[in-house]
């Protein structure tokens, strides 16, 4: 049984349990930064610095196994160019796996607790802004939470202003001046949504939709991260696209743009 799973467990407790097991298993006593590579952002691995270990995530407390194809489950402790440690989440739990919230932050609260005070997170997903296409990677500005779920338990009130740090996103820009920027609305998914859905989330004031980010931006707010957060536009929303969505669509965008958003993200964290 995952310990996450037991509802008197304390969460944060179990982050610092696999933090100290990551810890013994790289030799590497304290992570600086932390990156959740999602769909299409896996290059930027080998590019930022020398791997120093690599773990198989379900090795670690509380990690889940990958639900699927593409998802790479591995933790990697990659050592920066800059002499710096970064930890590499290669093993995302998506809320639409139904395990509940705690465990799809875990790897968030855990690269925490290794030490990090930068969380990079990187997801693929649907565009909005019809001049986006597929390959194009953009900043995120802001989020809108549609899953009516938090990682937050209990009266915690964490602020979210600025949630996606603006200082982050303008060492990104230093990086690459052409980037855009917009709002990410996470639906829950597993399906896609509707194209009434999409146009409900452009009215909104939303650019980009997805599965993932927003409930681990709030969570590493929570732990007092500073977050830098990027999606790759794998395919136009629904509806905006003229053609029905796939993941097998989505998986080709991503593998496509893989070595030019992996030079892009490797380029940002050098100047992080
Ligand atoms: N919607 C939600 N999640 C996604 C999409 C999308 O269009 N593309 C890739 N992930």
Do not use: C
Not at 80 to 96: C, E
Not at 102 to 117: D, I, K, M, Q
Not at 130 to 158: C, K, R
Not at 241 to 257: F, I, N, W, Y
């Amino acid at each position: 049984m995952n310990p996450l799973d037991d509802p008197m467990a304390d969460p944060f407790e179990i982050a610092k349990q696999a933090a100290s097991e990551i810890a013994e298993r790289t030799g590497v006593p304290k992570h600086d930064i932390a990156l959740t590579l999602g769909s299409g952002w896996g290059k930027a691995a080998d590019l930022i610095g020398e791997t120093v270990a690599t773990i198989p995530a379900q090795e670690i407390t509380g990690f889940s196994k990958p639900a699927l194809e593409g998802h790479v489950g591995t933790l990697r402790s990659v050592r920066l160019h800059d002499g710096k440690h970064a930890l590499v989440i290669g093993a995302r739990t998506h809320y639409y796996e139904g395990h509940g919230v705690r465990r799809v932050v875990h790897s968030v609260r855990t690269a925490a607790a290794t030490g990090a005070t930068v969380m990079i997170l990187t997801n693929g997903a649907g565009g909005i802004r019809e001049t986006w296409t597929p390959g194009t990677p953009v900043l995120i500005s802001d989020h809108i939470n549609l899953t009516a779920n938090s990682p937050l338990e209990g009266a915690t009130f964490v602020d979210l202003t600025d949630l996606y740090s603006s200082r982050l996103r303008a060492i990104a820009r230093e990086a690459d001046a052409s980037l855009d920027e917009g709002v990410y609305v996470q639906f829950r998914g597993p399906n896609y949504e509707t194209p009434a859905e999409v146009q409900m989330a452009k009215i909104i004031g939303g650019h980009i939709v997805g599965m993932s980010t927003a409930l681990e931006a709030i969570a590493a707010r929570q732990s007092r991260m500073e977050v830098l957060g990027l999606s790759l536009i794998t395919n136009l929303a629904a509806g905006i696209q003229k053609t029905p969505l796939s993941h097998e669509e989505v998986l080709k965008a991503g593998h496509d743009a893989e070595p030019v958003i992996g030079a892009l993200l490797a380029n940002i964290v050098g100047r992080i």
